[in-house]
């Protein structure tokens, strides 16, 4: 076994250790495949008011841009899914991801630690630890790195797993043995086209930004239009509709961070304590949460907008 390929497979072997679902390795350099794709995407405004997307075109499509002297990007998928509901089925709805403790600092804190170990085990490695937080095309780096194919949804998907999972990268100044990509497995299911309430995904793996439940409940800052009133399927805080009607979702299996799991008082909140919701509740239940990067103030909104 080549150096390369030992040290891939150590990283690969304590990634796992750490709780994560998988790990794949791809070669820093420019996504040639994904360039023309997002200026497409970014010409025809599809990201709405997302106007941070328009920032650091070059960075997003060049890691070595991020991580100077950077040699492979390591992407990491972490499972979030749980079959745990809410309670009552007319309240309104947060996505599962947001269940529990706030990703960022769960993953962070594991890629962090997968560093460490790098360094502690091949010597002088320098690299960045990245979950969702800067311009860097995570799922375009998943796929490139074996981890599964970019779905009619626009998500990343794995056979046997399905896709309700994080994803992160860690770049690093180390040379290693690359993955290579997975073949599509979607056929000629529609699913997903056929469930979005807001027909935001308006072809075949194009999804457009600007008519995205999550879009409107967390992204937006402005009032939400109101053409889209009867159309958010309940959801107050982001929207898994197309997660859960994929088929390869069907294989996913409940995830085993004690982190992400949901706080009672959150399962249990009926639709008239969601509507009666005060900012003393907001800051108990969900302290720590995603759910905090809406704000009070957004949730509210949310909820009014789902009531009227």
């Excluded at 997307?53 to 979030?80: A, Q, W």
């Excluded at 626009?154 to 999972?165: D, M, R």
């Excluded at 809406?294 to 949310?302: E, I, P």
Aim: aromatic share 10%.
């Amino acid at each position: 076994m080549s150096k390369k390929a030992a040290y891939a497979q150590s990283i690969k072997t304590e990634a796992k250790r750490l709780g994560f679902l998988s790990c794949g390795i791809s070669k820093a350099e420019f996504l040639e495949e994904e360039a023309p794709r997002l200026e497409s995407w970014l010409h025809q405004n599809k990201h709405g008011k997302m106007y941070y997307m328009e920032n650091h075109f070059d960075k997003r499509l060049n890691p070595t841009l991020l991580v100077e002297g950077s040699k492979s990007v390591i992407s990491l998928t972490y499972n979030y899914h749980t079959d745990q509901l809410q309670q009552d089925p007319t309240a309104p709805k947060i996505s599962k991801y947001a269940y529990g403790v706030d990703y960022h600092y769960v993953i962070k804190d594991k890629l962090n630690q997968l560093l460490e170990f790098i360094k502690a085990e091949i010597g002088d490695v320098h690299g960045r630890a990245f979950v969702d937080s800067a311009p860097i095309m995570e799922r375009a780096w998943a796929k490139k790195s074996g981890l599964g194919w970019i779905g009619k949804n626009s998500n990343l998907i794995t056979q046997k797993v399905g896709s309700f999972y994080f994803i992160s990268e860690l770049i690093i100044d180390l040379d290693l043995e690359v993955d290579h990509a997975v073949t599509d497995h979607c056929g000629s299911c529609t699913a997903c086209i056929d469930a979005c309430p807001t027909e935001a995904i308006t072809e075949p793996f194009q999804v457009d930004g600007s008519k995205c439940i999550s879009y409107f409940t967390i992204e937006l800052k402005d009032n939400i239009p109101n053409e889209i009133k009867g159309k958010l399927d309940h959801w107050a805080f982001g929207c898994d509709v197309c997660q859960d009607v994929c088929p390869w979702n069907h294989f996913s299996k409940k995830h085993s961070e004690p982190l992400f799991n949901p706080k009672p008082e959150l399962l249990s909140m009926t639709k008239n304590d969601w509507e009666e919701i005060t900012q003393e509740t907001f800051s108990k239940v969900f302290k720590k949460s995603a759910v905090k990067r809406a704000k009070y103030s957004g949730l509210k909104r949310n909820i009014e907008f789902l009531k009227e």
